[in-house]
C-alpha cells in the first residue's frame, strides 16, 4: 500500500498556494514542494538540481576567493552541491523570494540540503535574482562575480519573451554578462532544451555547453555558459 502525502505547511504565492509535502516518518527525507497542485521538485529527484552546482564548480576548480550567486533555494540542493564543491573561502549569495522557502529550508528539509543556510560562506537574500544581477552589473564599485547559477520554475521556454523576460531575455542576458568577471561561469537549469534560448546567450557574448543530467526517464537540461573574455 502506498504512503500517503501529507501537507505539512503551505504558503501563498502570486503564482498559486506554495505546499511542503512529506511522506514517511520524521527524518525520512521524503518531501515535495508543489505550487498550485503541480509537482515543482521532489528530495529523491533531483540530478539536474546537483549537476547545475557540481558542472560550476568543476569549471571553478582552482580558483580561489570564488564569489557565487544562486538564483533560487528550493529545497537547497544545489546550494548543497555548490558548497560541497567550493573551498573553505567562496563567497554564496542566494537569492529567493519567497519567506516560506528559507523556514523550510532551515527546519524539516535541512535534513535534504545538509543545513546548508547555516554554512558561514552562505548568505541569504530575500529578493528577486533578476534584481540582485541587476544592481550587481550596474554597480561598478563591487567586484564581478566568478558564477551566475539559475535554479528556477520552468526555466527558458519557447514561450520566453526574447528581450523583456526578467531572467532569460536578451536584457536580462546582458546584465548578467555584466556582473559576471571575464570567463565567469553562468548555469542555467531548464526543464528542456530551447534553442532561442541558445542563440541569445550566443549573442550576448556567452559559449556553452548542453547537458543532460542521469541516463532515462525526465532528463531536464543544465546550460553551462561562460562569459567570452
Not at 60 to 77: E, N, Q, V
Not at 167 to 185: H, M, V
Request: net charge neutral; aromatic share 4%; with cysteine.
Amino acid at each position: 500500500m502506498a504512503i500517503p502525502w501529507q501537507t505539512i505547511d503551505r504558503a501563498p504565492t502570486p503564482d498559486g498556494e506554495l505546499e511542503l509535502r512529506q511522506r514517511g516518518e520524521g527524518g525520512s527525507g521524503d518531501f515535495l514542494i508543489t505550487i498550485a497542485g503541480r509537482v515543482l521538485m521532489n528530495s529523491h529527484a533531483n540530478r539536474s538540481e546537483l549537476a547545475l552546482a557540481t558542472r560550476a564548480c568543476e569549471e571553478l576548480a582552482g580558483r580561489s576567493g570564488i564569489r557565487m550567486m544562486i538564483g533560487g533555494l528550493g529545497m537547497g540542493c544545489t546550494l548543497r552541491a555548490a558548497l560541497d564543491g567550493l573551498p573553505a573561502d567562496a563567497e554564496i549569495t542566494i537569492c529567493e523570494l519567497t519567506p516560506a522557502i528559507e523556514r523550510w529550508c532551515r527546519g524539516p528539509l535541512s535534513i535534504v540540503n545538509g543545513s546548508a543556510l547555516e554554512d558561514p560562506r552562505v548568505s541569504l537574500l530575500i529578493d528577486d535574482v533578476a534584481h540582485a544581477i541587476r544592481e550587481h552589473a550596474d554597480d561598478r564599485s563591487r567586484p564581478r562575480l566568478d558564477a551566475i547559477l539559475l535554479d528556477l520554475y520552468e526555466g527558458p521556454l519557447s514561450r520566453t519573451h526574447p528581450k523583456r523576460d526578467p531572467f532569460y531575455g536578451s536584457q536580462a542576458l546582458d546584465a548578467t554578462r555584466r556582473a559576471l568577471a571575464p570567463g565567469g561561469i553562468f548555469a542555467i537549469w531548464s526543464e528542456a532544451p530551447d534553442e532561442a534560448y541558445e542563440d541569445r546567450l550566443r549573442r550576448t557574448g556567452f559559449s556553452l555547453e548542453l547537458h543532460r543530467a542521469g541516463r532515462g526517464g525526465l532528463r531536464h537540461a543544465v546550460y553551462l555558459a561562460r562569459r567570452k573574455r
